[in-house]
């Protein structure tokens, strides 16, 4: 990106003033792409595009499918108390989802940098947005997402050993940071073995999807539709219980711009970007809204919503004495989904690393490798301090509703530069309509469960994320470098023991 990179700018408003495009199309200094050319001294480094479009759906689908369609679909039930409501709200997420996504493929075809809202922000607002980003993200709603979808694997992965009862809580910690170490080793080796491990636990969790499916529409042929009739009835429908049952559903899609994160290791992502949003969201749309008829094929609303583990009692009913097949699937979509988690998110460590927002050694890559491996080590270590507090549920809920806050910003950041930055191609460019109701959702879901139901706990998030402000302030404006020095016998011994280089001793 020649002298213009968000990594030179580091703010600074000078790279507007000649308009030159941060596009891939002109010189750049990334890091993970195939145009990079090694220098001299590192003769042997051969840079590939690992992602291709059947991994960039698979990633979306992979990401996306975890364990809350399985486990907790009751969240969006209990909200607006009827079977007719919950289907249009499941359906009604997917498209926010889709038209979220379509907002994050013109940003992805336009900047393409992996980081996902990173770069976004840094370019249209400047470098502070972009650091409570990063300091939101990286310390407390991506690593603590990533341990519980371990824990949830971990839950359904111990149950068989302990029937009739509940598996201690040790182990389940334990399987669980067992499995984040795995996932992190994985993504650390090699970005294809990691692409090719989430294309095996997407199919995976397909099977299971694929059956639960089948099984509800033979039901429906059977004439299982008792539970359908006078859908409506019952139903609590009002401002605060909609934006609540808006709000769990999305959770479930959470994962929807997960590909914007390695937008730098896609194959063509002019193309493969958008053609993987369109296909990959539609499709797990149409999944959430069939495995929903399937669960009430077999249970009324008052048994889904008393039931701990829907998929698990669905199972019970309807596939025994193969029933066993659904907690083990389900342990495949869960590690599938951190498995994606941890592909993407890493990434944003690294690129924030870059950009000298975080300690400069998780920028480093590894040379054989080329991967972010000090990035995604960093980001494993993380989770696996949040495994150990009893309750991190309990945190999930109160820092949840912050992802909305960027994810409006962020495309407010796309109707910005329409006007800022004209002189940006645009590959892909969506009728404004489409971010404006997406920025519109935005603010009822940050504002719904304050309003709803006012905690303290909010406030929290809220001064969690300004607090970003005084760290930005010391160690990013007025580059107080002590913790670079104090990284440094650590930046040694990475270097020796997983072979990693700065960026720029292989881009430049």
Known sequence: MGKNSLRKRKGEDKGREDGRSIQSHEPQATNLQKQAKPPPSLPNVSFYLQVGLISGICMIVGTIIGSGIFVSPKSVLGNVGAVGPCLIIWAACGILATLGALCFAELGTMITKSGGEYPYLMEAFGPIPAFLFSWTSLLVTKPSSFAIICLSFAEYASAPFYPGCDPPQVVIKCLAAAAIVVITIVNSLSVKLGSYLQNFLTAAKMIIVTIIIVSGIVLLAQGKTENFKDSFKDSTISVSSISLAFYNGLWAYDGWNQLNYITEELKNPYRNLPLSIIIGIPLVTVC??????????????????????????????????ASWIVPLFVAFSTIGSANGTCFTAGRLVYVAGREGHMLKVLSYISVKRLTPAPAIIFYGAIAIIYIIPGDINTLINYFSFAVWIF??????????????????????????????????????????PIITAPELAYLYCVLFILSGLIVYVLFVHFKFNWPQKISKPITMHLQMLLEVVPAEEVTE
């Open 288 to 321: 959430y809204v069939l495995i929903n008829i399937s669960y009430f094929t077999v249970m009324t609303s008052t048994e889904l919503l008393q039931s701990q583990a829907v998929a698990v009692t669905f199972g019970d009913r309807v596939l025994y004495p």
């Open 407 to 448: 994810y409006g910003l962020t495309v407010l950041a796309l109707i910005v530069m329409r006007f800022t930055r004209k002189e940006l191609k645009r590959p892909i460019r969506i009728p404004i309509i489409i971010p404006v109701i997406v920025i519109l959702v935005s603010i009822l879901l940050v504002l719904a």
